[in-house]
């Protein structure tokens, strides 16, 4: 796997486990220490559910 579709997956895993506990994307950006803004671009850029 190259590096870059392994560093997409666990960011994603990451935004997906930050959204289930945080309920925010603001929250899930101070939990990981992105913007905002970066949450938005992941979700969006991965198609990633974020529904309970």
């Known amino acids: 796997m190259?590096?870059?579709d392994a560093v997409n997956e666990v960011e994603?895993?990451?935004v997906?486990?930050?959204?289930?506990v945080c309920?925010?994307?603001r929250k899930a950006a101070e939990?990981?220490?992105v913007s905002q803004?970066?949450?938005m671009r992941k979700?969006?850029?991965?198609?990633?559910?974020?529904a309970d």
């Open 23 to 25: 309920k925010s994307t």
């Open 12 to 14: 994603n895993i990451l």
């Open 37 to 39: 803004s970066t949450i």
């Open 16 to 20: 997906t486990k930050a959204m289930s």
């Open 43 to 50: 979700l969006k850029e991965n198609n990633l559910n974020i």
């Open 31 to 33: 939990l990981l220490g």
């Open 2 to 4: 190259p590096l870059k």
